[in-house]
C-alpha cells in the first residue's frame, strides 16, 4: 500500500502515505488528461455510424470525424473515416485503454470488422499544487532560456523543460500544470526537477491586511490566513 | 595634401598641409574641408555619402531611393545619388532604374525597364516591401530610426532563418517584429497598442509568432531583463499618462506606485499580494485611475483610461478593489504624493456581486 512505486496504478492525493523515494517532494503531481490513439484498422462510414450508435454526433462541414462519448470511463473518442481513433479525457492510462476498446467494441457492435492496433498514449496532462506564492518574474530572468513568461497574454509562466520534455505552466498562486509527457514518469520527473527550482522564488506570504501594525512587511504566521479581511474579494483560486 | 586615412574621410585625421592643424570645418553648402586655423581649403567637391537630397523641383514623382524613378519630365533634377546604403539587402539597395527623357522612344525605355525588372532579385523585393511595411507601423507608432532599423534586421535573420514565420499572415508577422525590436531596444509596447496599428493582426497571432521568433532567433538571453521591463507597468506609465493630458508630476508619481504596488528587489519583493500576475496594463490603468481621482489632480474619466490603457472597465475596478485597503501604506512607500485624508475621499471600491 505505501508502495506507491513508478506503477501504472492511480495515486489519490488524499492518500497521506507518499513514496519519497520516488517523489521526494512530497507532492504527486495528479494526472488530469490522457489522449490515446489507436488504429482499428478499417475504412468506417461515419454517417452510418453518427445515425446507429448513441452518444455520437458528426457535423462533416464543422469536423470530418465522428465525435463519440460515453460515461464510463468518463471519455470523449473522435473516430475517422480511416479508422484511427484519438481517445480524450480520461484520467490514467489504464482508463484509456479501456475507454478505446469500449469504442472499438460499439464500433464491433455495429458490425464493422475492427482490430485494435498501435494503441499509444500520444499526451498527458497532470497538475498540482506546491502550496506557496511563486516569483514568477525572478523565475523568467533566470531561467530566461527555458522559460516565456509574458503576462500581458497568459498569466502563467512557460517553462519549456529540456529533459524530459515536458511544458510547464506555473502560476503566481503555486499551481502548476505539467503536459506534453508520453508517459507518467516524465511527470513525476519534471516536477521533482522543477521543485527545489520553485522554492528558490517562494515569495514570504501573502500581503498583511491594512490594520495590521507592520503594513507590509511579513510574517510567516501570515499565511495561515490566506482569505484576508479584504473588501469583497473572495479568495480567488486559480 | 596632409596624410589621411583614405577610407575613412573623417576630417580629424586629417592635417593641413599648411599649418599641421586638425581643426577643420566642413562646409555643405559649397562642399568644402577648411581648416580653421588658417583657412586653406583642404578639400573641395567633397561627395556626400549621407541620405539623398530630395529636390522637391522635380514634377516627375517620388523617388525615395527604393522605387524606380518615373521618366523625368522637362524640369527633371539631376542631381540624384540615391537612397543611403541598407546592408541587409543582398545588392545594397540599389536603386537606379531606367528612366526615359523628353525625345526618347517609350516603347524602348518600357522594353529597357522590363529587361532590368528580370534581373531583379526576388528575394530582396519581399524584403523591400517588408521593410517599407515595418517603416509605416514605426511612423504610425511614432518609434525612433533606431526600432526600425532594429526591426529590419530582425526581420531579415527571421526570413533566412526561421521557419515558423512562412505561412503566417504578414501583417502578424510585421507587427510581431515591431513588437520584439521595441522590446529589444528598450522601449517596450504593449501588444494592444501594436494591434491597435495593425488591425488585421489579432493579440493572440502576434504573441504567438512573437514567442517562436524569440525562440528560433535564440533571442532569450538577449532579451533577458528587458522581458522583465516589459511586464512592469512602469515602463507604460508615461506613455498612457500623457496620451491622457497628465502633468509631469503626475507621470512621476504614476511611476512610484507603480514600484510600490509591485517591488522588484529587496524584502519586498517577496510578499505575494492579490494583484501580483496580472496584466501590467491592467494594473497601470488603475494606477492612472486613483491618481486621476485624487483630489487636485487632473481628472480623467473612466473610459478614457480605458481606451488608452485597453483594459475593460471592470478590470480597472476588480484591482482597485484588491488595491485599495493598501493604498495609505502604498503611497507612503512611494512618496506621499497625497495625504491620506486625500486618499479617503478616492471613490470606494463597489462590493463584488457576482459569485465567482
Known amino acids: 500500500?505505501?508502495?506507491?512505486?513508478?506503477?501504472?496504478?492511480?495515486?489519490?492525493?488524499?492518500?497521506?502515505?507518499?513514496?519519497?523515494?520516488?517523489?521526494?517532494?512530497?507532492?504527486?503531481?495528479?494526472?488530469?488528461?490522457?489522449?490515446?490513439?489507436?488504429?482499428?484498422?478499417?475504412k468506417l462510414d461515419l454517417k452510418n455510424i453518427a445515425l446507429h450508435a448513441r452518444n455520437a454526433e458528426y457535423n462533416p462541414k464543422r469536423f470530418a470525424a465522428v465525435i463519440m462519448r460515453i460515461r464510463e470511463p468518463k471519455s470523449t473518442a473522435l473516430i475517422f473515416h480511416s479508422g484511427k481513433m484519438v481517445c480524450t479525457g480520461t484520467k490514467s492510462e489504464a482508463e484509456a485503454r479501456i475507454a478505446s476498446r469500449k469504442y472499438a467494441k460499439?464500433?464491433?457492435?455495429?458490425?464493422?470488422?475492427?482490430?485494435?492496433?498501435?494503441?499509444?498514449?500520444?499526451?498527458?496532462?497532470?497538475?498540482?499544487?506546491?502550496?506557496?506564492?511563486?516569483?514568477?518574474?525572478?523565475?523568467?530572468?533566470?531561467?530566461?532560456?527555458?522559460?516565456?513568461?509574458?503576462?500581458?497574454?497568459?498569466?502563467?509562466?512557460?517553462?519549456?523543460?529540456?529533459?524530459?520534455?515536458?511544458?510547464?505552466?506555473?502560476?503566481?498562486?503555486?499551481?502548476?500544470?505539467?503536459?506534453?509527457?508520453?508517459?507518467?514518469?516524465?511527470?513525476?520527473?519534471?516536477?521533482?526537477?522543477?521543485?527545489?527550482?520553485?522554492?528558490?522564488f517562494r515569495k514570504g506570504g501573502m500581503i498583511a491586511a491594512p490594520n495590521a501594525p507592520a503594513a507590509l512587511l511579513q510574517q510567516q504566521q501570515q499565511q495561515q490566513q490566506q482569505p484576508l479581511p479584504m473588501v469583497g474579494a473572495p479568495a480567488r483560486q486559480l | 595634401m596632409g596624410d589621411f586615412n583614405v577610407g575613412l574621410r573623417l576630417k580629424y585625421e586629417q592635417q593641413c598641409p599648411d599649418c599641421g592643424q586638425s581643426d577643420f570645418v566642413e562646409d555643405h553648402a559649397s562642399g568644402d574641408l577648411v581648416c580653421r586655423n588658417c583657412g586653406?581649403?583642404?578639400?573641395?567637391?567633397?561627395?556626400?555619402?549621407?541620405?539623398?537630397?530630395?529636390?522637391?523641383?522635380?514634377?516627375?514623382?517620388?523617388?525615395?531611393?527604393?522605387?524606380?524613378?518615373?521618366?523625368?519630365?522637362?524640369?527633371?533634377d539631376p542631381n540624384r545619388v540615391g537612397g543611403p546604403v541598407n546592408h541587409l539587402l543582398s545588392d545594397g539597395g540599389m536603386s537606379t532604374m531606367i528612366g526615359g527623357a523628353k525625345g526618347v522612344d517609350h516603347g524602348?525605355?518600357?522594353?529597357?525597364?522590363?529587361?532590368?525588372?528580370?534581373?531583379?532579385?526576388?528575394?530582396?523585393?519581399?524584403?523591400?516591401?517588408?521593410?517599407?511595411?515595418?517603416?509605416?507601423?514605426?511612423?504610425?507608432?511614432?518609434?525612433?530610426?533606431?526600432v526600425k532599423k532594429q526591426a529590419e534586421e530582425f526581420y531579415k535573420q527571421a526570413y533566412d532563418n526561421a521557419?515558423?514565420?512562412?505561412?503566417?499572415?504578414?501583417?502578424?508577422?510585421?507587427?510581431?517584429?515591431?513588437?520584439?525590436?521595441?522590446?529589444?531596444?528598450?522601449?517596450?509596447?504593449?501588444?494592444?497598442?501594436?494591434?491597435?496599428?495593425?488591425?488585421?493582426?489579432?493579440?493572440?497571432d502576434i504573441g504567438r509568432i512573437y514567442k517562436s521568433v524569440v525562440r528560433e532567433l535564440k533571442l532569450e538571453v538577449a532579451l533577458g531583463n528587458k522581458q522583465l521591463e516589459g511586464s512592469h507597468p512602469h515602463s507604460y506609465m508615461r506613455r498612457f499618462m500623457s496620451q491622457l493630458n497628465m502633468t509631469p508630476r503626475e507621470y512621476l508619481w504614476g511611476e512610484a506606485l507603480t514600484l510600490a504596488l509591485l517591488p522588484q528587489e529587496g524584502p519586498e519583493a517577496n510578499v505575494h499580494t492579490r494583484w501580483h500576475g496580472k496584466s501590467p496594463t491592467s494594473i497601470a490603468g488603475t494606477v492612472v485611475?486613483?491618481?486621476?481621482?485624487?483630489?487636485?489632480?487632473?481628472?480623467?474619466?473612466?473610459?478614457?483610461?480605458?481606451?488608452?490603457?485597453?483594459?475593460?472597465?471592470?478590470?480597472?475596478?476588480?484591482?482597485?478593489?484588491?488595491?485599495?485597503?493598501?493604498?495609505?501604506?502604498?503611497?507612503?512607500?512611494?512618496?506621499?504624493?497625497?495625504?491620506?485624508?486625500?486618499?479617503?475621499?478616492?471613490?470606494?471600491?463597489?462590493?463584488?456581486?457576482?459569485?465567482?
Open chain 2, 108 to 146: 524602348l525605355v518600357r522594353n529597357l525597364q522590363r529587361m532590368q525588372a528580370r534581373t531583379e532579385v526576388t528575394t530582396d523585393r519581399a524584403l523591400i516591401a517588408a521593410f517599407r511595411e515595418i517603416g509605416k507601423i514605426c511612423s504610425a507608432m511614432k518609434l525612433m530610426d533606431i
Open chain 1, 1 to 42: 500500500m505505501a508502495d506507491a512505486g513508478p506503477s501504472n496504478a492511480v495515486v489519490p492525493a488524499q492518500e497521506p502515505e507518499v513514496d519519497l523515494s520516488v517523489h521526494p517532494s512530497g507532492i504527486v503531481p495528479q494526472l488530469q488528461n490522457v489522449v490515446a490513439t489507436v488504429n482499428l484498422e478499417c
Open chain 2, 163 to 204: 521557419k515558423s514565420i512562412k505561412g503566417k499572415s504578414q501583417a502578424a508577422v510585421l507587427a510581431a517584429i515591431v513588437f520584439l525590436a521595441c522590446r529589444h531596444t528598450g522601449n517596450p509596447r504593449t501588444f494592444k497598442e501594436i494591434c491597435a496599428v495593425v488591425p488585421q493582426a489579432s493579440v493572440k
Open chain 2, 289 to 356: 485611475y486613483i491618481i486621476a481621482n485624487l483630489p487636485g489632480k487632473t481628472s480623467v474619466a473612466l473610459p478614457d483610461i480605458c481606451r488608452t490603457c485597453g483594459v475593460a472597465d471592470g478590470t480597472i475596478r476588480q484591482i482597485y478593489r484588491e488595491i485599495h485597503p493598501h493604498l495609505k501604506a502604498l503611497i507612503d512607500k512611494a512618496g506621499r504624493f497625497a495625504s491620506h485624508a486625500d486618499v479617503d475621499q478616492l471613490p470606494v471600491p463597489i462590493e463584488s456581486t457576482a459569485a465567482k
Open chain 1, 106 to 200: 460499439i464500433l464491433q457492435k455495429l458490425s464493422y470488422a475492427v482490430a485494435f492496433k498501435e494503441f499509444k498514449i500520444q499526451n498527458m496532462v497532470g497538475s498540482c499544487d506546491v502550496k506557496f506564492p511563486i516569483r514568477l518574474e525572478g523565475l523568467a530572468s533566470t531561467h530566461a532560456v527555458f522559460c516565456s513568461y509574458e503576462p500581458e497574454l497568459f498569466p502563467g509562466l512557460i517553462y519549456r523543460m529540456v529533459d524530459p520534455k515536458i511544458v510547464l505552466l506555473i502560476f503566481v498562486s503555486g499551481k502548476v500544470v505539467l503536459t506534453g509527457a508520453k508517459k507518467r514518469e516524465d511527470i513525476y520527473r519534471a516536477f521533482e526537477a522543477i521543485y527545489p527550482v520553485l522554492q528558490t
Open chain 2, 40 to 76: 586653406v581649403v583642404v578639400e573641395a567637391h567633397v561627395i556626400d555619402e549621407r541620405s539623398e537630397w530630395r529636390t522637391f523641383a522635380d514634377k516627375a514623382g517620388i523617388c525615395c531611393g527604393c522605387l524606380p524613378a518615373v521618366d523625368g519630365g522637362a524640369g527633371a
